[in-house]
Structures are given as C-alpha cells and as structure tokens.
C-alpha cells in the first residue's frame, strides 16, 4: 500500500474545534488545517499511520468518518482524478467488491461526483472488480476540494461504510418519527448487538420511533413518556405503555436486556436517573443514552455524564451520529 501522506476526517461543521480539541489531546502535536467546513486534514508527518490506527482504537466522540490519503492530484477534469484513483487502487480487483465515495466541495470545478464514479466503476469492471454501494469490500475514497485528496481502503478503516458518515436509510414504511433513524444509525454505528435481547424500556419514548425499531426488532418494549405514541404502535402486542414520569418508575430487578432513552432533559440528572434503574438491567444488559447538551459545553457535559454513568455501566463506544443534533449517543453496558 502507498504511503499515507495525511488523514482526512469528517465532523458536523457545528463541532469542528471540538474534534479538533479531542483529536490534539488523544494524539498531540499534529497538523490540522480545514478543507471546507466539517472536513478536516491532519497530518502527522512521518506518522500518519500510527496516527490512523491511534484514531481507530481511541476513536474521537465527534469523528464520523476518517480515511488515509494515498495520493492527491490536480481537479481539472475528471481523467485528471479518475487516473489518480486508479493509480492507488490493486491492478487486479478479481472478484471484490469495491465502492467508490466521492465528495465535490470545490464550486471551481463543471464535473459532478457521479462522473467520477462512473469512470471509477468502469476501471474496477477492467480490473476484475464488481462495483458496490452498499457493502463494498474496499473503498475508494475522494475529497475535490482545492485538489483531490483520495484515498484505498477497507470500509473498516474509514470507521464507516457510509461516505463522509452521512448515513441515509431512506424513507422506512411506517417510520414514527425521524428518531428512528437514530437509533437504527447507533445500533450500527456503535456496534450494538441487540439479537439477543428479548425485553426494552425505552425512555422518553413519545411519539415511538425507537420503540417502533425496537419492535420491529423482536423484542418486548415497555415504553414510557408523558406524550403520546403513535396510535398504530399502541395496538402491537408487545408494547406496554406507561403514561407517566420516568422519575416515578418502579421496575423489577433483572427484568431488562436494554434499556434506550433519547429524553430532552438535563443531561446530568438523565444520567442519574437511568444510573437508579440500572437494577433493573441484568449484568451485561445494554444502555443506549442521547446526551443532550441543552446549550451547554459539549466535551464537558459528556465527561460528567460518563463520570456519573461509570458506578453502574462500563463505557463501550460513543459519537456524534449523522442522525444527532445538539446531541451524542452512548452505548454502555451494565456491570
């Protein structure tokens, strides 16, 4: 494989400097310089690679996508990108499946991505390969911006298969609320293994896209919120539905598999509030929290919430999804 010449690395434009701050502090003095908003490059000189797999291991909350520049090239046509992608990729592609995720950011330039993976898709037919949108085995990657930034790899080492993190399910049938979206995207993204889990509360639930999802999904579902859920989910057979504050619950000890909670409430005192009906959870049962910062910093507020989390749970993984806002969801488990 080429030479790693930098990093590029996707956020939400609103929590650049936040990434930023993450990434300095994980991985210290590193060159950072912003390619257009919430697309960064990070060079670490002679030690991207170390700085890669450092990212991987250790990733930042509000990282969505990364990937290892192998070659940059001029953007004056889409031969010009065309035959620099295809100069990092393998000669002989036989039988793999490859994508190709490009992102135009520069208004300079009369091509649009789709042209640069049509050439792209043609070259990975000559080699062999079979060109793949939804589950590529690896992925070529491009950024146009002031030049092409490009990039091979596996889609698990750009932390994503989903170009520049942007996750799009489409318009899902019987979709409650955008919210389910969500946490379709963490159960994903933050690697949440729910097969074998049989029984959920989901917290804040109104108006039921997790609890919907969860549903879907097999499992029993106690939801509760003061709000309404959506009529159609009222009539499933696994659904019990509590009208009532999530402060007031009772719950029975070792009678949950997860528990979800996507509240719109202080983030410190939904900590603790899902911290007291941890027994609920039997050990090694699942926790999937929205941290709502509620205008407060981010960074922060997420290490006072883990702080609190941390007497009941073990911290797994955590990010600023493509489907959050002023918001981070955390996957935990119990001890």
Wanted: aromatic share 6%.
């Amino acid at each position: 494989m080429a030479k790693i010449l930098g990093l590029m690395l996707s956020c939400d434009p609103r929590f650049r400097q936040t990434l930023c701050e993450e990434v300095r502090t994980q991985q210290g003095n590193i060159q950072i310089s912003t390619v257009s908003p919430g697309v960064l490059e990070v060079d670490r000189l002679e030690g991207n690679a170390q700085l890669l797999t450092g990212l991987l291991e250790n990733t930042p909350l509000f990282l969505r996508h990364v990937f290892a520049i192998h070659k940059t090239s001029p953007i004056d046509s889409v031969s010009d990108v065309g035959a620099a992608a295809c100069a990092v990729m393998p000669d002989d592609l036989e039988g793999y499946k490859v994508g190709v995720q490009c992102r135009v950011l520069s208004e300079s330039v009369s091509y649009r991505a789709i042209e640069v993976k049509q050439y792209l898709d043609e070259s990975i037919q000559g080699r062999g390969g079979v060109p793949e949108t939804k589950e590529p085995q690896f992925v070529v990657s491009l950024v146009i911006a002031d030049k092409a930034y490009i990039g091979y790899s596996t889609p698990s080492a750009n932390l994503t298969r989903w170009s520049g993190g942007a996750v799009h399910y489409g318009a899902a049938k019987n979709s409650f609320s955008r919210a389910q979206h969500k946490l379709e995207e963490a159960l994903e993204v933050l690697e949440v293994d729910i097969s074998r889990c049989k029984t959920a509360l989901d917290l804040g639930a109104a108006p039921g896209g997790w609890t919907a999802l969860l549903l879907k999904r097999g499992l029993n579902v106690t939801a509760v919120d003061t709000g309404d859920l959506h009529p159609e989910l009222l009539k499933h057979r696994n659904l019990t539905y509590l009208r009532q504050n999530a402060f007031d619950l009772r719950l029975i000890r070792n009678s949950l598999d997860i528990i979800t909670c996507d509240m719109s409430w202080d983030p410190l005192r939904t900590a603790q509030l899902v911290v007291d009906l941890s027994r609920a959870l039997r050990t090694g049962g699942k926790l999937v929290l929205t941290v709502k910062f509620m205008g407060q910093s981010p960074l922060p507020t997420v290490r006072e919430c883990l702080s609190i989390l941390r007497s009941s749970f073990v911290f797994k993984r955590g990010r600023h999804l493509w489907h959050n806002r002023e918001e981070l969801t955390l996957y935990l488990e119990k001890l």
